[in-house]
């Protein structure tokens, strides 16, 4: 007989994403630090510095940076205004959830205009049409402002998320003009009568050099786009949980919180 296992407590989904988060970016960053390091591994040299590879990518590379740098904007955006902390800090959801649990609407809308936030923001709206008088407090319209506000949330966020697939779409394309201008400067140099190897060399080098920079722009646009989509839809389902939670708490439905007596109470 095979000896009983003692059983284990498992590993909630969410917490494992955001591990699985971590260690994704991680490796990201070690793969784009392991690049120059593997070309001086299979001994490929250049005196060239960046700025001079720069300069010979033409006229397509300033355009490129400018995205370069809309992308840095957005990504510190989300970086910053996407945390958990930020969407709901843990002190006011341990003092809301207090004053849930006694039903003093009155200092938690109070507390709500104090500390605005999104989840205190949605909160407030929610506590507007709370009635003692009516069945479960008015519960039901309670939860579908809660839900409605927080799609209506998450979807205006969402468009500055989609800023970065938007540049990690354009960005190949962009290097493709950049490598069309290369060929086209090359040929003319061929029509021209120039057949040496330097004379078409520029025109190649620019091509290529533009096609580099698109999809070095595309590849870490791609990235953090999926990365803070990820991180917006956990942060937003935790941010309704937690609602959904001061709700029971106030109906008396979450455990360990008063069972609501059908008596009416004034309404605050």
């Known amino acids: 007989m095979k000896p009983n296992k003692l059983p284990t407590a498992p590993r909630t989904r969410l917490h494992c994403c955001h591990r699985c988060d971590h260690w994704v970016m991680l490796a990201f960053i070690l793969g784009l630090l392991a690049i120059p390091n593997s070309a001086h591994a299979m001994g490929v040299s250049s005196d060239k510095s960046l700025m001079d590879l720069y300069k010979e990518g033409g006229p397509i ?127 003319s140099a061929l029509t021209a009568g120039k057949a040496e190897a330097t004379d078409l060399a520029k025109g190649i080098g620019e091509a290529l050099i533009a096609t580099a920079g698109g999809l070095l722009l595309a590849i870490p646009s791609m990235f953090l786009y999926f990365f803070f989509r990820g991180l917006l839809t956990s942060n937003m389902a935790d941010l309704h949980k937690t609602l959904s939670h001061m709700l029971d708490l106030f109906t008396g439905e979450a455990h360990g919180a008063a069972v609501p007596t059908n008596d009416p109470k004034p309404q605050a």
């Open 61 to 187: 590379m300033h355009i490129i940076a400018l995205c370069s740098v809309a992308v840095t904007s957005v990504g510190g955006y989300c970086a910053l205004m996407f945390r958990k902390k930020k969407l709901m800090p843990p002190a006011l959801v341990t003092q809301l959830n207090g004053f849930m649990t006694q039903r003093d609407l009155q200092s938690a809308y109070s507390l709500c205009n104090t500390s605005p936030c999104m989840m205190t923001d949605i909160l407030a709206g929610s506590l507007t049409k709370a009635n003692f008088e009516r069945d479960m407090y008015n519960k039901s319209a309670m939860e579908n402002h809660i839900s409605d506000e927080c799609f209506r949330n998450e979807t205006k966020m969402m468009v500055v998320v989609n800023y970065m697939n938007t540049f990690a779409v354009l960005a190949p394309m962009i290097g493709l003009l950049g490598t069309t201008a290369g060929m086209i400067t090359s040929f």
